[in-house]
């Protein structure tokens, strides 16, 4: 069964960076497409990102479009989010989710497997 654990999270002051990690066991990474998702404090879960198994071009909600690049590095089984000029309102618990055999981005109920979450706070 496909795993995924999400890494990187912490606490980053205002136009800071940081890059997490979507590292998964069980399955190879090629075939899966990664859905990154946040839910902000008292928001719901929403999705920020997809990237779909080929890594062809990734697509982003506005909030984030010219500061987060979703890659993946298959011989590393990861997939990553590089997070850059961080706001306050980028603060939340950060996911990633599995799509297994999705070319395109799937709706986010129809991903098969997700991380445990990792926190990401931006003091202003």
């Known amino acids: 069964q496909l795993q995924l654990v999400e890494s990187g999270g912490g606490l980053v002051q205002a136009e800071g960076s940081l890059r997490l990690s979507c590292a998964a066991s069980?399955?190879?990474?090629?075939?899966?497409?990664i859905g990154w998702f946040r839910q902000a404090p008292g928001k719901e879960r929403e999705e920020i990102s997809c990237i779909n198994y080929s890594g062809d071009t990734p697509t982003y909600v506005d909030s984030v479009k010219g500061r987060f690049t979703a890659s993946r590095d298959h011989a590393k089984n990861t997939a990553y989010l590089q997070m850059t000029s961080l706001k306050p309102e980028d603060t939340g618990v950060y996911f990633c989710a599995g799509g297994l055999g999705w070319e395109t981005c799937p709706k986010p109920e129809q991903y098969d497997f997700w991380g445990q979450g990792t926190q990401v706070t931006v003091s202003s």
């Open positions: 069980g399955f190879a990474l090629d075939h899966i497409t």
